[in-house]
């Protein structure tokens, strides 16, 4: 039986450091998982793009603690982030795809890569699936 679920969240709007733009963070959950966004907007409040930044599990135990985290890391660039900026999701007005910055400081490459892993969704079918996920 479907459904069809959908439920949607935005942020409050932060403003860029020149004043020149908006941002929010978006959450978007459906049947099987949360997309995560940033949608852009002129200083006006018109939406100028949504750009994805990961999709993660359905349970905010999964994502929570990053999404509290966003900024505007320029005039351009806006995301989320963690502790000391260590890892780093950030789209920009000028490109329509995401990237991730992993930095190492009080975290090293691997628990960073784990951390990256362990917010970002992945089908898993069956008890081997989860095991095999869960010992990456």
Do not use: P
């Not at 049947?31 to 993660?56: A, G």
């Not at 349970?59 to 780093?88: A, D, Q, S, V």
Request: charged content about 40%.
């Amino acid at each position: 039986m479907e459904a069809d679920f959908k439920y949607i969240f935005e942020s409050k709007k932060k403003t860029s450091k020149d004043r020149k733009h908006k941002a929010t963070v978006e959450i978007k959950k459906d049947e099987t998982c949360t997309t995560i966004s940033v949608v852009f907007y002129d200083k006006s409040d018109n939406k100028i793009k949504t750009i994805e930044l990961l999709k993660s599990f359905q349970h905010i135990m999964f994502y929570g603690r990053i999404i509290k985290k966003n900024k505007w890391f320029n005039n351009e660039e806006f995301g989320l982030y963690t502790n000391n900026e260590e890892l780093i999701i950030s789209a920009s007005l000028n490109k329509n795809e995401s990237k991730s910055i992993i930095t190492e400081e009080s975290k090293n490459k691997e628990e960073l890569e784990g951390l990256l892993r362990r917010i970002t969704y992945q089908k898993l079918d069956s008890k081997k699936d989860i095991v095999e996920w869960m010992n990456k």
